[in-house]
């Protein structure tokens, strides 16, 4: 345990930032994984605004290690994915 002050409030600060980052994480993710087992190209295109503003917010607030060129390479390879659904 830490013994100085500022080490326990940077261990509560860090665990916080922890828990979004995984959250923030798993539900890009869970996202993915509907638009990828997608039946139709509508149920896709369905879900597709939903992560996108996801990854957005992500990017701009650098959560759960995305920065603006990982989440376009994201939003990338999503298009990419639908586009060849039929």
């Known amino acids: 345990m830490p013994q100085h002050k500022s080490c326990k409030k ?3 600060q860090a665990e916080k930032a922890n828990a979004m980052n995984r959250s923030t994480r ?7 994984k ?3 087992t997608a ?8 879900e ?5 503003s996801m990854l957005d917010k992500a ?3 650098h959560r759960a290690g995305f920065c603006a060129n990982r ?3 994201y939003k990338a390879k999503v298009a990419k ?4 659904l039929a």
Do not use: H, Q
């Open 10 to 12: 940077r261990l509560l």
């Open 71 to 73: 989440a376009a390479n």
């Open 59 to 61: 990017a701009v607030s």
């Open 26 to 32: 798993s539900a890009i993710r869970a996202s993915l």
């Open 48 to 52: 597709m605004p939903k992560l996108f």
């Open 81 to 84: 994915v639908i586009n060849g």
């Open 39 to 46: 039946a139709t190209k509508a149920a896709a295109l369905e």
């Open 34 to 36: 509907v638009i990828r």
